[in-house]
Protein backbone atom coordinates (compact mmCIF):
# COMPACT_ATOMS: atom_id res chain seq x y z
CA UNK A 1 0.00 0.00 0.00
CA UNK A 2 1.51 3.43 -0.76
CA UNK A 3 0.76 6.48 1.65
CA UNK A 4 1.76 9.93 1.41
CA UNK A 5 3.28 11.47 4.25
CA UNK A 6 4.09 14.99 5.35
CA UNK A 7 7.66 15.48 6.60
CA UNK A 8 8.70 19.46 8.08
CA UNK A 9 12.25 19.83 7.90
CA UNK A 10 14.67 23.55 8.81
CA UNK A 11 16.71 23.84 6.60
CA UNK A 12 20.11 26.11 7.18
CA UNK A 13 21.20 27.76 3.79
CA UNK A 14 24.65 29.42 3.36
CA UNK A 15 23.65 31.76 1.16
CA UNK A 16 26.90 32.68 -0.03
CA UNK A 17 27.76 29.31 -1.17
CA UNK A 18 27.31 29.36 -4.94
CA UNK A 19 26.58 25.48 -5.07
CA UNK A 20 24.02 25.46 -3.18
CA UNK A 21 22.50 28.51 -3.52
CA UNK A 22 23.61 30.73 -6.33
CA UNK A 23 20.81 33.20 -6.41
CA UNK A 24 21.21 33.62 -2.69
CA UNK A 25 17.82 33.15 -2.30
CA UNK A 26 17.27 29.96 0.37
CA UNK A 27 13.57 30.04 -0.44
CA UNK A 28 14.35 29.07 -3.86
CA UNK A 29 17.64 26.81 -4.05
CA UNK A 30 18.51 25.24 -0.96
CA UNK A 31 20.10 21.28 -0.47
CA UNK A 32 16.93 19.81 -0.04
CA UNK A 33 14.69 21.84 -3.00
CA UNK A 34 18.10 21.42 -5.10
CA UNK A 35 17.66 17.47 -4.37
CA UNK A 36 13.52 17.53 -5.43
CA UNK A 37 14.20 19.24 -8.34
CA UNK A 38 17.52 17.43 -9.41
CA UNK A 39 14.67 14.50 -9.72
CA UNK A 40 17.52 12.71 -6.38
CA UNK A 41 14.41 12.40 -3.98
CA UNK A 42 11.48 10.91 -5.75
CA UNK A 43 8.85 11.10 -5.31
CA UNK A 44 8.71 14.11 -3.16
CA UNK A 45 6.32 17.02 -3.74
CA UNK A 46 7.31 20.98 -2.52
CA UNK A 47 4.04 21.65 -0.86
CA UNK A 48 5.05 25.46 0.68
CA UNK A 49 8.62 26.78 1.94
CA UNK A 50 8.98 29.54 3.96
CA UNK A 51 11.22 31.61 6.14
CA UNK A 52 11.38 30.47 10.20
CA UNK A 53 9.92 34.13 10.15
CA UNK A 54 6.86 32.78 8.94
CA UNK A 55 6.59 30.20 11.26
CA UNK A 56 2.60 31.59 12.13
CA UNK A 57 1.47 31.95 8.44
CA UNK A 58 3.50 28.51 7.70
CA UNK A 59 0.67 26.10 9.00
CA UNK A 60 -2.08 27.92 7.41
CA UNK A 61 -0.22 28.35 3.82
CA UNK A 62 0.53 24.39 4.02
CA UNK A 63 -2.63 23.45 4.82
CA UNK A 64 -4.16 25.48 2.01
CA UNK A 65 -1.62 23.93 -0.76
CA UNK A 66 -2.66 20.61 0.69
CA UNK A 67 -6.16 21.27 0.15
CA UNK A 68 -5.34 22.63 -3.18
CA UNK A 69 -3.73 19.65 -4.33
CA UNK A 70 -5.46 17.17 -3.19
CA UNK A 71 -9.06 17.93 -2.81
CA UNK A 72 -10.05 20.64 -5.31
Same mark, same amino acid.
Given at each position: ????? @????? /????? &? +??? =?? !????? @????? /????? &? +??? =?? !??????????????????????????????
Amino acid at each position: MIKKV @LVTLL /VTVDT &E +DEE =IC !PTGDP @LIENV /VLNHI &E +DGF =ID !PVEEIYTSHISDYVEHPQRTEKRIENLYYG
